[in-house]
């Protein structure tokens, strides 16, 4: 199992279209991937799973998974997270 802390630093958290985003990215990994906010998980895989976990800017979780490309899975899955879902390009 690998397991690695990230924290949402885009706008909308893991809402909607980011939401959206990270499921797919986990779709295409066999491992089991969980994302833990807190005392509460859910299955990386599921939209409603992770809208359910109600991640907010700033909040960090942890993305722990299990399998044959459990390492591959959970590198992706923070990267996503630390380029804001491509929000935020401009500056500020």
Same mark, same amino acid.
């Given at each position: 199992?690998? @397991?690695?802390? !990230?924290?949402?630093?885009?706008?909308a958290?893991?809402? @909607?279209?980011? !939401? !959206?985003?990270?499921?797919?990215? /986990?779709?295409?990994?066999?491992?089991?991937? %969980?994302?833990?906010? +807190? &005392?509460?998980? /859910? &299955? @990386? $895989?599921? %939209? #409603? =799973?992770? %809208?359910? #976990?109600?991640?907010? $800017?700033?909040?960090?979780i942890? %993305?722990?998974?299990?399998?044959? &490309?459990?390492?591959? @899975?959970?590198?992706?899955?923070? +990267?996503?997270?630390?380029?804001?879902?491509?929000? =935020?390009?401009?500056?500020?």
């Amino acid at each position: 199992m690998v @397991a690695k802390e !990230a924290v949402l630093l885009n706008e909308a958290g893991l809402h @909607a279209r980011p !939401a !959206a985003l990270f499921v797919q990215e /986990a779709k295409k990994f066999k491992s089991k991937i %969980i994302v833990h906010k +807190g &005392d509460k998980q /859910a &299955d @990386a $895989k599921s %939209i #409603l =799973g992770i %809208i359910s #976990l109600a991640v907010t $800017k700033g909040t960090s979780i942890v %993305i722990t998974a299990e399998g044959e &490309d459990e390492k591959e @899975a959970v590198e992706t899955l923070v +990267g996503l997270i630390n380029s804001k879902f491509g929000e =935020g390009m401009k500056n500020d």
